[in-house]
């Protein structure tokens, strides 16, 4: 079992900077993929980026030069830090993990309960 817990959401204006971690239980890093994912109100959840053990990374191309993700094996912890926020990032941010080969939505294993960003005009 792997626990994933959130933070860093809050309410922003447009064009700030935002910062949320994913702490996690993980006991071993070797195989691991943690995600981030966002939902927004009456949208479909949606892929952000992904950290692989190995450190690679991919970014959707939507967020590709503003949404960076970070790990920090010592901490245990992936960050997501988000530039030039837009209204439109509102969304819940879900931080999801698995040790399988499926990085969909659907082959996530475990799932953090999610933390509110709201990004005002």
């Known amino acids: 079992q792997v626990q994933l817990v959130e933070s860093g959401g809050g309410s922003v204006q447009a064009g700030d900077s935002l910062s949320l971690s994913c702490a996690t239980s993980?006991?071993?890093?070797?195989?691991?993929?943690v995600a981030w994912f966002r939902q927004a109100p009456e949208k479909e959840r949606e892929f952000v980026a992904l950290?692989?053990?190995?450190?690679?990374?991919v970014v959707a191309d939507s967020f590709k030069g503003r949404f960076t993700i970070s790990r920090d094996n010592a901490k245990k912890t992936v960050a997501l830090r988000m530039n030039s926020l837009r209204p439109e990032d509102t969304a819940v941010y879900y931080c999801a993990a698995t040790y399988g080969s499926d990085w969909t939505a659907g082959g996530m294993y475990y799932w953090g309960k999610g933390t509110l960003v709201t990004v005002s005009s």
């Open positions: 993980a006991q071993t890093s070797i195989g691991i993929v």
């Open positions: 950290i692989r053990w190995s450190e690679r990374t």
